[in-house]
């Protein structure tokens, strides 16, 4: 008569087995490549880009001005700042009529002819070496070339015909360094 404990034993005898699985595999692969390979190098193209030109305080009487032309091969870039007289003028007339010397600032204005015209119009001519008055203006037609020079006012046609020969003289720069 088997008892629980022989039934354990005996279930767990034949839980017990064993298998021997052998595998034998073997490989054997030979690859051949034959590859052309082609690269392209996609690059963004050359640029001359112009300087930025400006002044830090608009304070100061000047202009920034600047440019750049780009070929395949060569790229030119440049700027400069270029200095207004008549702002010069109006600040440094400004700083004297501040100052309380009317007469001095009245002075610096008088050396634009335009406004040397414009205060012989009024009847108040521009000082002279101290002068003011009819005395200012005897010593004014006694010395003719003290007088202001006339300056000749650009019209918008000079301004155009200028901007035509620098842009002529721009392409036929760029054609010639293309040829290059």
């Known amino acids: ?10 279930g767990a005898a034949l839980a017990q087995t064993t298998s021997n699985v052998i595998t034998d595999s073997t490989s ?6 034959d590859a052309n390979s082609r690269t392209i190098v996609i690059s963004p193209p050359p640029s001359a880009i112009s300087p930025g030109v400006g002044s830090s305080s608009s304070d100061l ?9 780009q070929t395949q091969i060569l790229g030119i870039s440049t700027g400069e700042m270029i200095r207004d007289q008549n702002c010069e003028r109006l600040k440094i007339s400004k700083t004297l009529y501040d100052m309380g010397m009317k007469v001095a600032a009245v002075s610096v204005l008088c050396q634009d002819r335009r406004v040397y015209d414009a205060m012989e119009m009024a009847g108040t001519p521009c000082p002279y070496l101290g002068d003011i008055g009819d005395k200012a203006s ?10 202001p020079i006339v300056e000749e006012m650009e019209t918008k046609e000079d301004v155009q015909k200028r901007n035509a020969a620098v842009a002529a003289g721009g392409i ?4 010639l360094l293309l040829l290059l």
């Open 1 to 10: 008569m088997l008892t629980m404990a022989s039934l354990f034993i005996s």
């Open 28 to 33: 054997n692969s030979k690859v051949d490549t």
């Open 61 to 69: 009487c000047t202009v920034g001005v600047s440019g750049a032309v």
């Open 138 to 147: 005897d010593q004014w037609k006694a010395n003719p070339h003290r007088i």
């Open 172 to 175: 036929s720069l760029a054609l």
